[in-house]
């Protein structure tokens, strides 16, 4: 039982790992002004995909280091969190290197699903023990 128990927070944590890597080199932003806008402060600096990424794979984290989250739970927002990865890199490529504004949004859509996707994992009755809180 130990070490499937093992198995189940090692890959998670190699995932974490390699997908951090994978994307650590990005520097675009999301949104390239927040002027005019009427809902953010013009001081207010919008992260960037590589940002926002490296923050969901933290809360990833923190929910299976606090028992939050399940190794199910783990798994499957791992592999949305890989799925995101690979297409930005997908888009990168096709583009020399860059996004275009239409595929930012996109991606930025993904990610905002994929961070209520993290909230609810971590705030339903499912724990780590396999019990209800």
Same mark, same amino acid.
């Given at each position: 039982m130990?070490s499937?128990?093992s +198995?189940?927070?090692v890959?998670? /944590?190699a995932v ?5 890597v994978?994307l650590?080199?990005?520097?675009s ?12 402060k013009?001081? #207010?600096k ?8 490296e923050?969901?794979q933290d ?5 299976v $280091?606090?028992? #939050? ?6 798994? %499957?927002?791992?592999? +949305? ?7 930005t890199? /997908?888009?990168? /490529?096709a583009n020399?290197? +860059?996004?275009?504004q239409?595929e930012k949004k996109?991606?930025? $859509?993904e990610? %905002?699903a994929?961070s +209520? %996707?993290?909230?609810? $994992?971590?705030?339903?009755a499912?724990t #780590?023990?396999?019990?209800?809180k």
């Open positions: 130990s499937k128990l +198995k189940w927070i890959v998670p /944590a974490l790992w390699f997908g951090s994978a650590g080199q990005d520097t932003s999301t949104g390239s002004s927040t002027q005019g806008s009427g809902t953010t013009s001081t #207010q919008q992260p960037t995909i590589a940002e926002r990424k923050n969901q809360r990833i984290a923190n929910g $280091k606090s028992g #939050q989250l399940t190794a199910g739970e783990t798994s %499957n927002l791992e592999s +949305k969190e890989a799925a995101i990865n690979g297409e890199r /997908a888009d990168r /490529a020399g290197g +860059k996004l275009t239409s996109q991606i930025n $859509k990610q %905002n994929a +209520k %996707n993290i909230y609810n $994992k971590k705030h339903n499912n #780590q023990a396999g019990t209800k």
